[in-house]
């Protein structure tokens, strides 16, 4: 990592993007966004990765994430009974075990679901929509298909929603999108579309051990067709008018490195899918002592869902929310990554999908069909916030032969600090011998992940993790506190 200056931004530590980012610089703070005093560019606030790896989120996190600072004046709510439908959702569900990362992106994925294809943003040639492709993974117990079944019971009560089964043959979906055809006037013009939701709190129910054929299509629905068309078993051509897909799933790292290999190296499902990853629960809370969901607010908020179903139309961006994309997608989006080849395919998507949850971000809080500079920073924070546990959703999927025991010696250590050789030998017998060992070792320690030591009373070397310490001296060197 650079040693670049690290601005704070109330307490947390934030990335400003500039041209004139040299050294120590006074920013005046805007808004929610930062201002160059040098050239008045304004420059994305959002927090740098680093800062949230190897770290569990908070509910505080997540409602700063999402926060409605910086709202513009006099925005035309509608009938909204909520400022914001995603923090709602969010305190809601506070009180529950699963991961706040989960619920988060279970909401979003809920309102991009309600928005449907008949909203959308034109920019340049390209038209967006909010379709997304969500997926919780960790390991069993981490409430994955809690936090899902709290969004879908929510969902369940808003009026006419048709939800796909996740059981269903390439027919039997071809059915369902023939269901929710729909025509909705936009600007005196008549839109048909067919969208539909699948959730799958069992992925592998959905998509079923190396099944490319489902795989191919569903990259092809992810796309935005203006239509999709299938032949009959009889030789009968038909095709959807407007297909738009959204999935939200779940499932363990050790079920896609067996059954989804073609998924887990970099193919076209996995630059179209966004892989939330969390290792253990939010919260560790007894069943009796849960408290049972505010009825009032519950209440609205499938209230403000249905009023989201209603919206149809395009949405537009501010010159301002134009200038705050492009200062990232020209200078942060280009200076970082993901540090897996993995997701390589997915960074180059990433853009597009920073502007669809956008429309998101804006739908759950107005009904003005305008995206804010606001939406635009909230968005690339959301992504941020995930990016560095993307890598641990594949577990050791990749070409490497001794991947899947680098891994299990790469969780141990991050476990229990520090390991002495005969203790990761007796603990890894059945997966490694002393020869895995040594090639191991030697590239955990080129990686600086881990540092070797002797221990001359036991006659035995030890290993000792040191990748959290590295990450705190990065996070504290340089940091400049200066704000006007």
């Not at 600007?187 to 959905?206: C, K, Q, R």
């Not at 017998?429 to 990686?447: C, F, G, P, Q, V």
């Amino acid at each position: 990592m650079s040693k670049r200056k690290i601005h704070r931004i109330g307490h947390s530590p934030y990335w400003p993007i500039c041209n004139h980012n040299n050294g120590l610089m006074k920013l005046t703070q805007d808004n929610s966004l930062v201002t160059c005093k040098k050239c008045q560019k304004i420059l994305i606030a959002t927090r740098f990765s680093d800062y949230w790896d190897r770290r569990e989120l908070t509910l505080a996190d997540i409602q700063q994430i999402i926060s409605d600072e910086f709202q513009p004046s006099g925005r035309e709510k509608g009938v909204r009974l909520l400022n914001n439908w995603l923090s709602s959702y969010i305190k809601l569900t506070e009180e529950t075990e699963p991961p706040p990362l989960f619920h988060l992106w279970t909401a979003i994925t809920i309102v991009g679901a309600m928005m449907g294809r008949k909203c959308m943003v034109k920019l340049g040639p390209e038209l967006f929509f909010p379709n997304l492709y969500t997926v919780l993974i960790g390991p069993p117990g981490v409430r994955k298909g809690t936090a899902i079944k709290y969004g879908s019971d929510i969902l369940s009560e808003v009026q006419n929603i048709t939800m796909a089964p996740d059981a269903v043959t390439k027919e039997q979906l071809i059915g369902e999108f023939e269901t929710v055809k729909d025509e909705k006037n936009i600007n005196g013009n008549m839109f048909i579309h067919s969208s539909l939701f699948i959730i799958a709190p069992e992925l592998v129910v959905f998509i079923k051990e190396n099944d490319h054929e489902r795989l191919g299509y569903l990259c092809q629905l992810y796309d935005n067709l203006e239509k999709f068309e299938y032949k009959t078993k009889t030789s009968q051509n038909f095709y959807i008018t407007k297909p738009g897909l959204w999935i939200l799933g779940a499932t363990t790292p050790n079920w896609i490195e067996i059954a989804m290999k073609q998924l887990g190296v970099g193919g076209g499902m996995t630059s179209r899918t966004i892989f939330v990853f969390a290792s253990k629960k939010g919260r560790h809370i007894p069943v009796t002592k849960m408290k049972p969901f505010d009825p009032v607010l519950r209440s609205k908020l499938i209230t403000d869902l249905g009023s989201i179903r209603q919206m149809a139309g395009q949405f537009t961006v501010t010159p301002e929310a134009d200038n705050v994309y492009s200062e990232w997608y020209e200078g942060r989006y280009r200076e970082t990554g993901i540090d897996d080849s993995r997701f390589a395919s997915y960074w180059e998507r990433y853009p597009s999908m920073v502007i669809k949850v956008a429309m998101i971000m804006a739908a759950s809080k107005r009904e003005d069909y305008t995206i804010y500079p606001s939406d635009i920073v909230n968005s690339i924070r959301v992504f941020e916030a995930i990016h560095p546990g993307m890598p641990h959703a594949f577990g050791a999927m990749g070409y490497n032969v001794l991947g899947s025991q680098t891994e299990m010696l790469r969780n141990l250590l991050r476990e229990r600090k520090q390991l002495y050789r005969h203790e990761i030998l007796r603990i890894m017998r059945m997966h490694i011998s002393e020869w895995d060992y040594l090639r191991i070792k030697n590239t955990l320690i080129a990686e600086r992940f881990c540092e070797r030591g002797v221990c001359k009373e036991k006659g035995d070397e030890y290993l000792t993790c040191i990748e959290k310490a590295d990450t705190e001296n990065q996070t504290d060197s340089g940091v400049d506190t200066e704000i006007t």
